[in-house]
């Protein structure tokens, strides 16, 4: 199994500019997760899916993030537009939708905003 | 709202020294806890999940313990491969599906 891809695995952009994180997850799960990862804040969660559906976006800081699943195998994380503090590692997971079923973890895509 | 705190921040030992990392947590319905591990430029692996006080698990040099208010993750003759930073989650019944991590314990094993 490849596991949970994301790309790019850096981006750098200007402050201002639209950005666009891309996930696949593992195949045959059926929820994703977006997480943000910073030294002062750790782990957050921004947002998960249930076949494809989006269940709770209360982590969601802004409207400048919005996330889509268009189908099982694909899904975006998009800020625009970027600013500086947006910069940390964003983290997609995927899992099947079981009581206790661990989350996979991609290697994260390293954002900075300059 | 499901708190995880996770001690020491940091911890350094010597090859071989046993030691405990602990992770208290607060939360609405406990459904699972859950232990990773993160290289450094790495997403978090799964180690274990706990489901229930009194439950233990284990792997290689590893064993995680579970009690109503905290877990334990205890290394036992450690090696240098085992540097990592071990992160802590709960899964809540009140909560998102999503986990609730805590901040990490940075562990480094010197030879």
């Known amino acids: 199994d490849a596991g949970v891809i994301q790309s790019p695995r850096h981006e750098v952009t200007e402050m201002g500019q639209e950005v666009t994180l891309r996930c696949k997850p593992i195949?045959?799960?059926?929820?994703l997760f977006w997480y943000r990862q910073t030294m002062m804040r750790g782990l957050e969660l921004l947002i998960y899916?249930?076949?494809?559906?989006?269940?709770?976006d209360s982590g969601m800081p802004e409207d400048r993030f919005s996330a889509k699943m268009p189908n099982a195998s694909f899904s975006t994380l998009k800020i625009q537009p970027s600013e500086p503090r947006d910069s940390a590692v964003y983290f997609c997971?995927?899992?099947?939708?079981?009581?206790?079923?661990?989350?996979?973890f991609g290697n994260g895509t390293r954002l900075t905003v300059t | 709202e499901d708190q995880v705190t996770q001690s020491p921040e940091a911890l350094r030992l010597q090859e071989g020294e046993s030691s405990s990392l602990n992770c208290s947590y607060t939360?609405?319905?406990?459904?699972?806890l859950f232990w990773y591990r993160q290289d450094p430029g790495k997403g978090p692996e799964f180690l274990f999940t706990?489901?229930?006080a009194g439950e233990e698990k284990e792997k290689e040099r590893l064993k995680a313990t579970l009690t109503k208010k905290e877990s334990f993750l205890h290394i036992t003759a450690p090696k240098p491969e085992d540097s990592a930073t071990y992160l802590c989650?709960?899964?809540?019944?009140?909560?998102?599906?999503?986990?609730?991590f805590g901040k990490g314990t940075h562990l480094i094993i010197q030879p």
């Open positions: 899916f249930n076949n494809n559906v989006p269940i709770d």
């Open positions: 195949s045959g799960h059926n929820s």
């Open positions: 989650a709960v899964n809540s019944g009140g909560g998102a599906d999503g986990l609730t």
């Open positions: 706990l489901y229930s």
């Open positions: 997971a995927s899992s099947l939708v079981l009581l206790g079923s661990p989350l996979h």
């Open positions: 939360v609405s319905g406990l459904r699972g």
